[in-house]
């Protein structure tokens, strides 16, 4: 396997992790949501949840299948990133259904590749924040105060950019730690060779004081004769 390889099996490895993060936490969460939207009559959004959790979990058996393309992931992001902008134009009247949008950087950043997730995360934060500026009361969307915008994109861009940085971070680690494992049969190779070589010189040096002994020991006192038995 050369470092490439191992470096894809290791990111795909660390995707169907968090595609399973999502299925196991996401999925509950939309369904209690759901439940509350059937309560309240909002069939819209019930409709946008529904689609949510089967393309997330359709998307999620497809990786188990052993479909490890980008585009598997693309679907489920789509589909949150609607039912976040819905929660955008009816956050009621705290605003608190538009905290959720702040999901939307980690999933998109996470399950993608860090510059298609940045990317969409990006273009989201500026879909929101144009929809915060002009929705109010006659659009028949939540109105957003000036400040209120303001620090809704200040959060969401420095949530993109925080896990922007950790996950180039961890991509440039992956990569460190493939080639660092890929040098280690050379470097063992290498290791032996030199082993080897000085092993030899070790025994060639430890043949020369015998020798020259030997030799020391010819010419004094000629060489040994035998006797007969």
């Not at 439940?35 to 689609?51: F, K, N, P």
């Not at 940085?165 to 890929?182: K, P, T, V």
Request: charged share 15%; aromatic share 8%; glycine share 8%.
């Amino acid at each position: 396997m050369n470092i490439d390889e191992e470096i894809h099996n290791e990111r795909q490895s660390l995707v169907r992790q968090r595609s399973l993060a999502l299925v196991a936490i996401g999925i509950p969460v939309l369904v209690v949501f759901g439940a509350g939207a059937v309560l309240d009559r909002e069939w819209q959004l019930v409709i946008l949840l529904t689609t949510s959790i089967l393309i997330i979990a359709s998307g999620h058996v497809a990786m188990l299948r052993g479909h490890e393309r980008t585009s598997i992931i693309r679907p489920p992001v789509a589909t949150l990133s609607v039912l976040f902008i819905y929660l955008i134009l009816h956050s009621g009247d705290q605003h608190s259904r538009a905290l959720w949008f702040f999901v939307l950087p980690v999933v998109s950043i996470m399950l993608l590749p860090p510059k298609e997730g940045a990317l969409w995360a990006g273009m989201g934060i500026a879909v929101a924040g144009t929809i915060m500026a002009l929705s109010g009361a006659a659009n028949g969307t939540s109105a957003y105060s000036a400040a209120f915008t303001l620090r809704f994109i200040i959060t969401a861009t420095m949530i993109s950019g925080c896990l922007l940085w950790a996950e180039i971070a961890l991509h440039r680690y992956q990569e460190r730690g493939a080639a660092q494992r890929a040098a280690i049969p050379a470097e063992s190779a290498d290791a032996d060779a030199f082993s080897d070589v000085l092993s030899r010189i070790v025994r060639v040096l430890g043949d020369v004081p015998y020798g020259f002994l030997g030799g020391i020991a010819s010419a004094a006192y000629g060489r040994p004769r035998r006797t007969k038995d």
